[in-house]
């Protein structure tokens, strides 16, 4: 009860996993987690909670037992950035929270690694794994025997069908869907509003239904 996380990034993700865990407290009596605070490299409150160091402050925040923490960085069409920022505070696994909103589905034989985030009314699959720190933001799905690796956020209703796996860091934004068997690769992007139909290689973004090749993401 009253676990203390402390979420890293800003009002856009970090914002939405604190608003999660007030509403799991306040409606629904779930205290198992508390916010403690932000670590953010630029301000000093984030949504009205102190802002407790910049990510050189982690192996410091570290040192105290009580805090487990939340990764809310994610860059969408720059992801190989947010990739090396969270090598870079490397946090030992064990210390990350999962944060599940009361009103998702998350299935029974489902795997969440630790750091998962899941919002309201998503819903997560039969045998469907979700990789460490990945990101499922409100009313998005992904299906049965689905495979999602580290980093990965999926917007606002979005849909990932079954059988599908995807990569490191990578992104189902606003709206998507990708269909059944399909292979999303690292740091890969399926644009707002896309129908993946085919496989999404490494590094490249596709948009479009059905969704093709736009561009590669930035590597700065
Ligand atoms: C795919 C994406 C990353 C491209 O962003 P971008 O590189 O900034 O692209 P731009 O906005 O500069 O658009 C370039 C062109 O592509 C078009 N375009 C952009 N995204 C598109 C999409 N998803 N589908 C079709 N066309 C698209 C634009 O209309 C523009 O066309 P124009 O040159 O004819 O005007 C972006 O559209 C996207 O999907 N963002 C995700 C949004 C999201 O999920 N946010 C999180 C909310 S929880």
Redesign the pocket.
């Known amino acids: 009860m009253n676990k203390k996380v402390i979420i890293i990034g800003g009002e856009g993700n970090g914002g939405v996993i604190a608003a999660c865990i007030e509403d799991n407290r306040k409606r629904f009596g779930d205290l198992e987690w508390e916010v403690a605070g932000f670590v953010n490299d630029y301000e000093t409150q984030v949504c009205g909670y102190p802002v407790l160091g910049g990510t050189d402050d982690v192996q410091e925040l570290l040192k105290n037992p009580d805090y487990h923490f939340m990764w809310g960085i994610h860059m969408?069409?720059r992801n190989i950035l947010t990739e090396k920022t969270f090598r870079k505070v490397n946090i030992p696994r064990e210390r990350f929270a999962t944060i599940v909103h009361k009103t998702a589905f998350v299935a029974d034989s489902a795997v969440l690694e630790p750091g998962v985030f899941v919002m309201s009314n998503c819903y997560v699959g039969a045998q469907a794994r979700l990789g460490q720190c990945s990101l499922m933001?409100a009313n998005s799905l992904v299906g049965h025997n689905t495979t999602v690796g580290p980093l990965c956020h999926f917007?606002?209703g979005s849909i990932t069908s079954s059988y599908i796996t995807i990569g490191l860091c990578s992104?189902v934004?606003?709206g998507a869907k990708v269909i059944e068997k399909v292979k999303i690769g690292d740091f890969a992007?399926a644009?707002?509003?896309?129908l993946v139909t085919h496989n999404i290689p490494d590094y490249e973004?596709h948009?479009?239904t059905p969704a093709k090749f736009?561009?590669r993401v930035r590597e700065d």
């Open positions: 969408i069409g933001m917007s606002v992104d934004t606003l992007v644009g707002a509003g896309s973004i948009v479009g736009m561009k």
